[in-house]
């Protein structure tokens, strides 16, 4: 029987110049996917793609110009982007543990010794706090100066931002979760709630690496 093979080829190619790229920011501490300009490498790919058949064109979005000038020779490679502690992290069994966690390797580092300490229900409740992104606060242009003194009162007894996370967490755990407390204390109501989905889902992840709530 023969066997017939049909090879597609697309013959137009749309190339905007950019692409999305995991990328460590090591200031936050945190990877994301950002929009980067292709290399000259990438571009030259997209267009070979154009036509390998029959003939076929490859639109650019981007001046000859730019592609000179502006465009690296090849990408970075992924190895120079990512951060490496979560790959050296798994090479011990604590860091097997951390690697459960999707979350910055010294957020889970902190969880996972929270164990040690017997202080992984506060540990958690930070850990969401610091992953809700963005400031859980609001500072009303017509009311600044009492959005700052409600914000000042959860760094009473000079504590770091870390205890004061802790503390608006808790506040808020103890009103039922109260949306009006929020606004009493110039509280972002959707990070606090955002901030208690990721709890719940941390509480799930303690579990399965066997480590006790306390």
């Known amino acids: 029987m023969l066997k017939l093979h049909r090879e597609f080829s697309m013959k137009y190619v749309v190339d905007p110049g950019f692409s999305k790229m995991k990328s460590y920011n090591p200031r936050t501490g945190m990877e994301s996917l950002l929009f980067t300009p292709i290399s000259k490498a990438s571009a030259t790919q997209r267009a070979g793609r154009a036509g390998r058949t029959s003939a076929g064109k490859c639109y650019r979005l981007y001046t000859a110009f730019n592609y000179k000038n502006d465009l690296e020779e090849s990408t970075v490679p992924e190895v120079q982007r990512t951060n490496l502690a979560s790959v050296v992290g798994e090479l011990t069994k604590a860091g097997r543990r951390m690697a459960e966690f999707p ?112």
Not at 111 to 121: N, Q
Not at 140 to 145: A, N
Not at 169 to 193: F, H, L, P
Request: aromatic share 8%; hydrophobic share 40%.
């Open 103 to 214: 979350l910055d390797p010294m957020l889970s580092k902190m969880i996972v010794v929270s164990d040690k300490y017997k202080c992984s229900d506060e540990v958690i409740s930070i850990a969401a706090m610091l992953s809700v992104g963005g400031s859980v606060f609001y500072r009303p242009k017509d009311k600044q100066v009492h959005a700052d003194n409600a914000r000042m009162n959860f760094h009473v007894g000079n504590v770091g931002d870390h205890i004061a996370l802790l503390k608006v967490y808790s506040s808020w755990k103890e009103t039922n979760y109260s949306t009006q407390w929020c606004y009493e204390n110039y509280v972002q109501v959707r990070s606090m709630k955002r901030a208690s989905d990721i709890r719940e889902q941390l509480e799930g992840l303690v579990e399965r690496v066997e480590i006790e709530i306390s």
